[in-house]
């Protein structure tokens, strides 16, 4: 039987409230705290107190370069400390002996749909090496999916842009083929000139009329001068809330007072900040960021690829982390870390109508906990994921 | 029906070799590659290529302190900046809202269980506010678990020893009562006596013939400096292998070059190291320390209780986050990773007849992971637990 209308009934929303949530057309239509609303054609779902949340965003991930799922890889360090080259030959060396790249996106994918993502930003390595397949691939499995989940691609320039001849060519062609996002890499370390770098991405950023999001690990203070850079060209280019900066390991690593007077750059033109809380390394300050008036915002990054092995898909566990590794105890920080990986992840990716409130489209995670500081320590991995007032998983699997 | 031993057929040990597994009288009593080895009055559990490993080894927990499983309590940050005494009295309201200990206690027990820890090593208070009842509670809870799990208990001077009249003989009192081995805690921070605690805790420890395991906080160089100190008291009383610091912080604050002097004091005089990888402060170095021949063993510390909001239970998601915390990559590292948890948990407690190997207690976690660093970044929740040759736990619920 097909329902015109679906109606959640006994819903807890964050703020504890029982309410009933009407859903048509894959939109809530109401939001009511009164008695049964029940009506013909309607199905009616009884959530008996669970809790109610919107669908998580997963806002950095790569779709392409994943083993999740697939033949376990062993990682190899580099041979003389960390470098880049190295690393993206060592991945081109792994992905020759990998599943196929379909299939292994589509593992990763429903991984991430299981555990509650439903909005997702995917980089997608555009290179000399691999053209604009891996691109085109990744395309073909985002329209086999696109009922369980909105994917933005970003066309991700792994082996830099200047340094990567043609690459400036193909990222402009990715867009054209839908990509959503122009990416960039560590324009000082990498490409070994920031204003450059900067000129390509933005030049085909203001071309194509499409936003940011730029992969930048660079420390200290090269960090927080290439921040400023890119900054200062959202708002020559009127682009406020529409870049991105992933990593900014940088602002972790000066002083709060020089992080202070970078978020508030940040604020003033709009350029959010993308953090995975790493284990190991120095990472943006989030409540400063927050603070400032900064969008902070999450992904998994890498699940187990050719540049780590961990990761597990869950952006309910990302919050976790992003508060373990911040030193967040109170409920109102637990809250923070939930809204990082939720309303602030869909504000930096652009979402349009997402959230718990009438008009929104009904995208949701239903699941047993007393309220969001809750959820975030204690994990539950029985999860019910609703895309667009259906359900699409339950309890980590697929419907 | 009730058989006189128990054969495990198929299964994968952490070599990637399939092997049988003999057991009887709660040990280990053959292990063979051959074929069927089954005979008459023998239960077979056909374990079909899933991968065994040890009993997990729960280092550190506060079982009188977890709000775990009941009542959610919100965290409240002191007023003036980090203070263990503001937290103790925040500890003491908070035990006086919570459900009794013994419930709370038995909640925790079993989310460990249920998780694959077979041993452990719990501090409990001892203080002029709680005198002895805490332990005495704990000691009950022991007693009825005490086929399910291995618990060492530590008389933990949450208040301190010389700043709290009567803690001494408190301590004393607790060994004489059941506890296994003498706590401290922070000799120079909190009672402001390095010599004077120390006198009381290797006193009691010497006269009654038992281990140490010390909470020490302190910061940089006044963290080493008490580790050495510690480190000469074990080896004039001969006590190697017996005696613990945890946390240890400080060693993660100094440099290398110190951290390898301390290093090598601690392995010369048997003082293993206990650290839970946490997520926001410095920490003791796993690789350096290891690799100078330091026992490194781990715990969940605080389960959401007054301290903290966060911790699972888990031991394998512990070492996760040591992983993940240290920058541990590789296989091999998080072989090490999962050592911690394991085997070096168990040498540094001190337990005898641990492992896979014939002789042994047949104290067992089955799970579906390719290998070990598999188990480690997928942490499988589907998990079957053996304490003694007889199933305790399946899937997070205890039998």
């Known amino acids: 039987m097909t329902f015109s209308q679906t109606l959640f009934t006994r819903a807890k929303f964050p703020d504890g409230k029982l309410r009933n949530v009407t859903m048509s057309g894959g939109r809530i239509t109401a939001i009511s705290t009164g008695g049964n609303d029940a009506g013909d054609g309607q199905e009616i779902i009884d959530l008996a107190g669970a809790l109610l949340l919107p ?76 053209g604009l397949t891996s691109l085109e691939t990744i395309l073909k499995v985002r329209e ?12 991700f320039p792994q082996s830099g842009i200047l340094k990567s001849p043609g690459t400036a060519d193909l990222m402009d062609a990715a867009i054209g083929l839908g990509a959503d996002l122009v990416g960039g ?11 450059g770098h900067l000129n390509v991405v933005f030049g085909i950023a203001e ?46 690593d000066v002083s709060a007072d020089m992080a202070k007077r970078t978020a508030e750059k940040l ?23 927050r603070s400032a008036g900064v969008t902070v915002f999450s992904g998994s990054d890498n699940i187990r690829d050719s540049w780590w092995p961990y990761g597990d898909g869950d952006m309910l566990s990302r919050a976790m982390m992003i508060g373990y590794r911040s030193g967040f105890y109170t409920d109102e920080e637990l809250e923070a870390a939930f809204d990082v990986v939720t309303a602030a992840g869909a504000k930096a990716l652009g979402i349009e109508g997402y959230g718990l409130v009438e008009g929104a489209k009904a995208d949701f995670v239903v699941l047993e906990a007393e309220h969001i500081p809750h959820a975030v320590v204690e994990l539950p991995k029985q999860r019910s994921v609703y895309k667009g007032g259906k359900l699409v998983a339950r309890d980590g699997n697929l419907i």
Request: aromatic residues 6%; negative net charge; glycine residues 10%.
């Open 55 to 130: 669908g998580f965003v997963e806002g950095h991930i790569h779709l392409d370069t994943s083993f999740y799922g697939g033949k376990w890889i062993s990682h190899k360090p580099c041979t003389n400390g960390f470098d880049v080259h190295e690393r993206v030959a060592f991945q081109r060396q792994n992905m020759a002996i990998a599943e196929p790249m379909d299939v292994r996106a589509r593992k990763q994918l429903e991984l991430c749909i299981a555990h509650g993502a439903t909005i997702m930003r995917s980089h997608v390595m555009v290179d000399a090496s691999v």
């Open 144 to 155: 086999e999916y696109r009922n369980l989940i909105d994917i933005q691609l970003v066309a």
């Open 185 to 195: 890499l560590d324009p000082a370390s990498f490409d070994r000139d920031v204003e």
């Open 207 to 252: 071309r194509r009329g499409v936003g940011v999001d730029i992969h930048l690990h660079d420390a200290g203070t090269l960090g927080v001068f290439t921040i400023e850079q890119i900054c200062d060209r959202a708002s020559a280019l009127g682009m406020q809330g529409r870049v991105a900066v992933s990593h900014a390991y940088g602002l972790g």
């Open 267 to 289: 604020a003033g033109s709009g350029v959010s900040i993308m953090t995975n809380a790493p284990g190991a390394h120095s990472f943006p300050p989030v409540v400063l960021l």
